[in-house]
């Protein structure tokens, strides 16, 4: 069983920075893959970022250039790096583990954690 973890939300204003973390707790071999989705009020939960075991990495366009995923498979953990936050970014933040390949789709990934909540003020 795979347990996923996410800490470092918060309320930053616009041109701020966050460091997401998400933890796994269970097996490894399930979370080749991982990703971060955002979930706006009233809207889709879409995809922000995906990263492979061997670090290759995925991003939604809205976020290229600003945003940079990472992991360490020593420790069983992801980050997400968010740089010159937006209003837009405003979300409820997901880690996603899945099996091995690299995928922006929702139905790709099989765990999930609870969310961290991201608030950018303008």
């Known amino acids: 069983q795979v347990q996923l973890v996410e800490s470092g939300g918060g309320l930053v204003q616009a041109g701020d920075s966050l460091r997401l973390s998400c933890g796994n707790s269970?097996?490894?071999?399930?979370?080749?893959?991982m990703a971060w989705f955002r979930q706006a009020p009233g809207k889709e939960r879409e995809f922000v970022a995906g990263?492979?075991?061997?670090?290759?990495?995925l991003y939604a366009d809205s976020v290229k250039g600003r945003f940079a995923i990472s992991r360490d498979n020593s420790k069983n953990m992801v980050y997400l790096q968010m740089n010159n936050l937006e209003p837009e970014d405003t979300a409820i933040y997901y880690c996603?583990?899945?099996?091995?390949?690299?995928?922006?789709?929702?139905?790709?990934?099989?765990?999930w954690g609870h969310g961290t909540q991201v608030t950018v003020s303008s």
């Open positions: 996603a583990a899945g099996p091995s390949g690299l995928s922006s789709a929702r139905y790709f990934y099989n765990y």
């Open positions: 269970g097996r490894t071999a399930s979370s080749d893959t």
């Open positions: 990263i492979s075991r061997n670090e290759r990495t």
